[in-house]
């Protein structure tokens, strides 16, 4: 089963570091794993509610006794779930071209980081 996780490359304030706190609609989602004809894997929401907060949403998830639960967002360049700033990190690269992010603002289309051991 493949599933891609997307997280936005840079926060809203543009202060070149990677984000570091969501700013999303929280959803917590049941799902059933179905297969296609050819094999493949997939999760069928069967259910989902809103929730104003990740808190709250993770007071729902860590509620249920049984079946598959996930926190999910609905802006696929926001994380749903806080995510730690990264340490050690420098932009190296920015690209001069930018794309319009819904709900963010105007980014450059490429930010390059360099880990710093």
Request: glycine share 6%.
């Amino acid at each position: 089963m493949r599933i891609a996780f997307i997280f936005p490359i840079s926060d809203p304030h543009s202060r070149n570091k990677p984000l570091r706190y969501p700013i999303s609609i929280n959803l917590g989602i049941s799902y059933e794993l179905n297969e296609d004809e050819e094999g493949n894997q997939y999760k069928l929401i069967t259910t989902a509610e809103e929730f104003g907060s990740y808190e709250e949403a993770e007071a729902f998830l860590l509620s249920q006794e049984s079946g598959n639960y996930e926190i999910v967002g609905v802006d696929p360049f926001i994380s749903p779930v806080p995510l730690e700033a990264l340490e050690d990190y420098q932009l190296i690269h920015s690209s001069d071209g930018s794309i319009e992010v819904p709900n963010v603002g105007e980014i450059p289309a490429v930010k390059i980081f360099e880990y710093l051991e």
